[in-house]
């Protein structure tokens, strides 16, 4: 599969940003999500504005990142180091561009007090909530970013596979964590997209589980949930493991998971209600009498973030399009005894899907 060098892809994606404020008559769009510029224009530092014009971009950051912003800024996009405040220096800008009044901003991201600075620093300016206009387009992947995860799946399964040996009676959830996290590191990951999730015996029945001080036991379901980073893009995998044989119900619980799993895949495709995916592994649970024991969505989108759009659960009100790359993570959770989740990473494509993850879904007995 052929791809864009990363400056031309950036570039058609301003341009579509900019479609975007001309479709729904805005003047400008200030990106005040880290995520969303680096998207844009290939930022990567942790303090900046975008703001985005018909004819312009301009990147407003502080003087730490003069040197960086230089060497990762798409060509087109300008750079403004602020001198004291971010704020300010946004305000000075918007005194020198060409834009009109009516210019948006990310209202998922500026907080209460940063909306009330935008109107003491930028009076001029109307303000309006800008929605999800760069998240929606955020959530197709290009080619090029499809190579990223799965790259970051491939590094997450190949730390996994080390890190097997380890998961033996008498060591702890915090030990095995820890592991997990270096070997992540060694096979390539960058910053971990979350920290993972390392939860045994009862404690496996709780979704996000904090990785304890409990040592494993024999007999103990133990669930692994963990992602590595390539080039800033995330990977989201959870399996399961027991240690010694499996019993009776530890298997029923993770067949009954492994069936969600294939049937929500088999679901999954370019032009299919995001609800339908979820409702297809709903229904296996369901069926099975575990209904009660699973009280969240089916999945997720991932990309630069590990949680995105679409939103893959019984609420939503989107349409899987070709590119999305969404988790299918169907689990039942049995309170004081244990649970099972299972999550694979899937390319939603015209007329099917691709699944990035390999590692086997299996049960593994240690």
């Known amino acids: 599969m052929s791809r864009e060098p990363a400056g031309d892809a950036r570039s058609l994606r301003l341009r579509r940003v900019r479609d975007r404020l001309h479709e729904v008559r ?13 998207w844009l224009t290939g930022f990567t530092g942790s303090s900046a504005f975008l703001f985005v014009e018909p004819g312009s971009a301009t990147l407003i950051t502080d003087f730490r990142y003069r040197t960086q912003a230089a060497e990762e800024l798409v060509d087109g996009v300008a750079i403004s180091i602020a001198e ?26 500026l907080t209460v007090r ?33 190579d990223s995860i799965a790259n970051a799946v ?18 702890s959830e915090t030990e095995l964590a820890a592991e997990l996290v270096y070997r992540l590191h060694r096979a390539g990951s960058g910053s ?23 040592r494993l036991r024999e007999g103990d379901l133990l669930l692994i949930d963990f992602g590595a980073r390539v080039d800033g893009y995330c990977s989201d995998i959870t399996r399961m493991f027991v240690l010694g044989a499996a019993q009776p119900w530890q298997r029923e619980i993770h067949a009954t998971v492994l069936e969600a799993v294939d049937r929500a895949i088999a679901a999954t495709s370019a032009g299919v209600p995001a609800q339908d995916v979820d409702r297809a592994a709903r229904n296996v649970i369901s069926e099975a009498g575990f209904e009660k024991y699973f009280g969240h969505g089916t999945g997720h989108g991932v990309g630069l973030e590990v949680h995105e759009g679409p939103s893959v659960n019984a609420r939503s009100r989107e349409t899987l399009g070709p590119g999305n790359v969404v988790t299918i993570e169907p689990a039942v959770y049995l309170p004081g005894r244990g649970g099972v989740r299972l ?24």
Not at 120 to 125: L, Q
Not at 192 to 214: T, W
Request: net charge negative.
């Open 26 to 38: 805005l003047d400008g769009l200030l990106v005040s999500h880290l995520p969303g510029i680096r």
């Open 84 to 109: 004291s405040d971010l704020f300010v220096e946004l305000g000075r800008c918007l005194q020198e561009c060409e834009s009109g009044p009516r210019v948006g901003f990310q209202d998922h991201d």
């Open 114 to 146: 940063d909306r009330r600075v935008l109107g003491e620093k930028c009076g001029s300016v109307l303000w309006e909530p800008a929605g999800s206009i760069l998240e929606d387009l955020r959530a197709t992947k290009d080619a090029g970013e499809i």
């Open 154 to 171: 491939e590094v997450a399964e190949t730390a996994l596979s080390e890190t097997t040996g380890f998961m033996t009676e008498g060591v």
């Open 192 to 214: 971990m997209p979350f920290d993972p999730i390392v939860a045994s015996g009862p404690r496996s029945a709780l979704p996000h589980a904090r990785p304890g001080d409990r």
């Open 343 to 366: 999550e694979e990473v899937v390319v939603a494509e015209e007329g099917g899907r691709r699944v990035l993850t390999a590692y086997p879904l299996a049960l593994r007995e240690l």
